[in-house]
């Protein structure tokens, strides 16, 4: 270590030691999410994340050789990469949710870097299905069985995210001759009780009388167990059935959440039903679109 001007200056490592550092890292933090409590799918994602970023640090370990030296090399170097997903286009979404990964990572060298996150746009009008969509949507689900009918059921009735979907167990179904609810295991260890309005109860009764009820995964296919994918699969197949290329779960819960609102509900009951953290997710609910919101003239001035 040498000085100049009383500053500290770092002897760079050769890039071969950023790549071992790199992997070791990411060895760190593949152990810190095999134990954490986050959800399936962000721990899929961070994982992805991490091994993109570790990725293109190896690309260009020659720039930043001291990319886990210290906080200074560390923060430049990610600011680095944010700059190349930017320039590829990637969505603010994607870019923050990888800059989250990164820094999870850093922290398991200890390391806590802060990177400024790209700014998410506030969303609009969710992307709800139409009361003629959502008809086509159910018609469609029961043409093709009980199952399905069933799955769809549970999207667009109780709301649920597609992991919650897939996490269902028979226990986890209650129903009785007037009334019924889901228990749904959401991130991290949330678990809340969502009620089942009759229609998702005769969807669901008529899918267990082809299952059975024994104990075990809700859903199941031809190779077993449905996974996400699975759930992700039939709605699209749904949707395609029902002229709607590219329906996506998130969409049926999205129009859960719309009738909800739509029926009077207020902000507190729609995120405790859907399971969001802040009340700032349940708002984009109540942000009315241009046909909404033409509509509301139209009877108030009528």
Not at 207 to 229: F, I
Request: overall charge positive; charged content about 25%; hydrophobic content about 45%.
């Amino acid at each position: 270590m040498t000085e100049s001007m009383g500053a500290s200056i770092v002897a760079l490592h050769p890039a071969a030691d950023v790549v071992a550092a790199a992997a070791e890292a990411l060895a760190a933090v593949g152990r810190h999410l095999d134990r954490c409590k986050l959800s399936a799918h962000t721990v899929k994602a961070y994982r992805r994340q991490s091994a993109a970023y570790v990725a293109w640090l190896v690309e260009h370990a020659v720039a930043h050789p001291d990319a886990f030296v210290d906080l200074v090399g560390a923060e430049a170097a990610v600011t680095a990469w944010r700059k190349s997903m930017v320039a590829a286009r990637r969505s603010p979404a994607t870019v923050n949710q990888a800059l989250a990964a990164v820094t999870l990572l850093y922290a398991e060298r200890g390391l806590r870097i802060d990177i400024k996150r790209a700014r998410v746009p506030k969303p609009g009008e969710p992307d709800a299905l139409t009361p003629a969509e959502q008809g086509a949507v159910e018609r469609a689900a029961a043409r093709r069985g009980e199952r399905d009918a069933a799955i769809v059921a549970v999207l667009l009735y109780a709301g649920v995210r597609e992991e919650e979907c897939a996490r269902l167990e028979v226990e986890d179904v209650t129903l009785t001759a007037r009334t019924g609810h889901l228990r749904l295991h959401g991130k991290g260890d949330e678990v809340r009780d969502v009620p089942l309005p009759p229609l998702a109860r005769t969807r669901i009764s008529a899918w267990l009388n082809v299952r059975g009820r024994q104990a075990g995964p809700l859903w199941s296919g031809q190779r077993g167990t449905l996974t996400v994918s699975g759930i992700v699969q039939a709605v699209l197949a749904v949707g395609a059935a029902a002229g709607l290329s590219g329906l996506r779960p998130h969409r049926l819960r999205h129009t859960y959440a719309t009738r909800l609102r739509e029926g009077g509900a207020d902000l507190a009951q729609i995120q405790a039903l859907l399971g969001h953290a802040s009340l700032d997710t349940t708002a984009r609910y109540f942000r009315a679109g241009l046909v909404e919101q033409a509509a509301v003239v139209e009877r108030v001035f009528a």
